[in-house]
């Protein structure tokens, strides 16, 4: 079965530290992954989406960055975080375009002070 | 340009009551639609989707969406709603043939006892 993974759940950062947050997927093949931030309070934005190795699309101009490294791995970075990058970070997976709908990961909360 | 509206940001329902959440999308095009739940800190659970066929779509834990193209609706029902049923709730689109997903705002569902 099809199972993402997210880490950490909860990350504590100051300002102007770096980011890495991991996604992987294992049971599938060449899936579609996505990076969503949700602010408090606030819906989904959609922050990256790649449809294949080292293929990235960024929705929002940002603090941040995401890469593809391997089929099933999709990672988000930052250089140097801002208070506003303070959220729930949620990555998901899904194949092929459209009707399949997303499979999320269990999200990390960030707190950057 | 496509939109998912969500008119309700909070609905507060005793136990055992009726509820429906409601979505609108805009859309020129085919789209499928989805609903997700959200409880708290975790990840997005896939409730139930519309594809094509039969416009009363059930899903899991009691959940069922009716589309209604004409007036572009995809609103969630359940007759009879649990403590535990208490969460977020997002309505999303997914344009055919893209790997794109539009969410809702959300509406925080809240069943007192």
């Known amino acids: 079965s099809q199972t993402i993974h997210q880490w950490p759940a909860t990350l504590v950062q100051p300002v102007g530290s770096p980011l890495s947050l991991e996604c992987t997927v294992e049971?599938?093949?060449?899936?579609?992954l996505y990076w969503y931030r949700q602010a408090a309070g606030r819906g989904l934005q959609l922050l990256f989406y790649?449809?294949?190795?080292?293929?990235i699309s960024s929705e929002v101009p940002q603090n941040l960055s995401a890469s593809r490294p391997q089929d099933r791995q999709f990672i988000l970075s930052s250089k140097k975080l801002l208070l506003s990058d303070s959220g729930f970070y949620l990555c998901a997976w899904t194949t092929g375009p459209g009707e399949g709908g997303y499979t999320f990961g269990s999200g990390t909360r960030l707190t950057v002070v | 340009a496509q939109s998912v509206t969500q008119l309700d940001s909070q609905v507060p329902v005793f136990e055992e009551a009726p509820v429906e959440l409601r979505c609108n999308y805009s859309?020129?095009?085919?789209?499928?639609l989805f609903w997700y739940v959200q409880y708290p800190n975790q990840g997005l659970q896939l409730l139930l989707k519309?594809?094509?066929?039969?416009?009363l779509v059930k899903g899991i834990n009691g959940f069922e969406a009716e589309f209604n193209k004409s007036q572009t609706s995809f609103h969630l029902r359940k007759p009879s709603v649990h403590i535990s049923d208490t969460a977020e709730y997002f309505c999303?689109?997914?344009?055919?043939?893209?790997?794109?997903?539009?969410f809702g705002t959300g509406t925080r569902l809240k069943v007192l006892a």
């Open positions: 049971g599938t093949s060449n899936p579609n």
């Open positions: 790649s449809v294949g190795i080292g293929q």
């Open positions: 519309y594809l094509s066929g039969s416009t």
């Open positions: 859309s020129s095009v085919s789209v499928y």
């Open positions: 999303a689109v997914s344009l055919s043939g893209t790997y794109k997903y539009i």
